[in-house]
T-cell receptor
Framework: AQSVTQLGSHVSVSEGALVLLRCNYSSSVPPYLFWYVQYPNQGLQLLLKYTSAATLVKGINGFEAEFKKSETSFHLTKPSAHMSDAAEYFCAVRNRDDKIIFGKGTRLHILP | DAEITQSPRHKITETGRQVTLACHQTWNHNNMFWYRQDLGHGLRLIHYSYGVQDTNKGEVSDGYSVSRSNTEDLPLTLESAASSQTSVYFC????????????FGQGTRLTVV
């Protein structure tokens, strides 16, 4: 079964700085990959998903992710952090049996 | 608009009691999932269903059960609640196959005392 690993349970960046959240997947076949965001006391909301149509995927709120097969990575980036980006971010993979497996999450802190 | 709703949002129960958490979706999705979220563990899959009368165990299924009698609902039952089951529970649904994403409910915070 496929899985994902998120590097860093907490990441802090200054407001206006680049956001980089790391996700690596384990798969020998092209995976279905997702990034979700969770704001405090809320459910998970889809940020973006890899569709295989393009390696650079654009999502909501200015986030994007690049699929790199050679590195088995799907890192999430945003050029300029905003205070409202403070949340927990989850990378996920959909297995061929339709189960969706999540990484352990990365909590993003934005410093003023 | 289609949605997925969980009830109750908060629940306090005593050790040993049976508890049922409700999940209802109006997406008409075949797939439904229950996850628990705990600090340091992310979301872990408890049970899932691919359709009516179908249920499957996830990675942390001990002490939990589900039943699927219609497309819209997948209730999660804790047979005899334990303190280790104190957690936030999320229900999700998705269409079958491909890169279709899952849609999540708002969660149920369960405390077992």
């Amino acid at each position: 079964a496929q899985s994902v690993t998120q590097l860093g349970s907490h990441v802090s960046v200054s407001e206006g700085a680049l956001v980089l959240l790391r996700c690596n997947y384990s798969s020998s076949v092209p995976p279905y990959l997702f990034w979700y965001v969770q704001y405090p006391n809320q459910g998970l909301q889809l940020l973006l998903k890899y569709t295989s149509a393009a390696t650079l995927v654009k999502g909501i709120n200015g986030f994007e992710a690049e699929f790199k097969k050679s590195e088995t990575s799907f890192h999430l980036t945003k050029p300029s952090a905003h205070m409202s980006d403070a949340a927990e971010y989850f990378c996920a993979v959909r297995n061929r049996d339709d189960k969706i497996i999540f990484g352990k999450g990365t909590r993003l802190h934005i410093l003023p | 608009d289609a949605e997925i709703t969980q009830s109750p949002r908060h629940k306090i129960t005593e050790t040993g009691r049976q508890v049922t958490l409700a999940c209802h979706q109006t997406w008409n999705h075949n797939n439904m999932f229950w996850y628990r979220q705990d600090l340091g563990h992310g979301l872990r899959l408890i049970h899932y269903s691919y359709g009516v009368q179908d249920t499957n165990k996830g990675e942390v299924s001990d002490g939990y059960s589900v039943s699927r009698s219609n497309t819209e609902d997948l209730p999660l039952t804790l047979e005899s609640a334990a303190s280790s089951q104190t957690s936030v529970y999320f229900c999700a649904s998705s269409a079958r196959g491909g890169n279709t994403e899952a849609f999540f409910g708002q969660g149920t915070r369960l405390t077992v005392v």
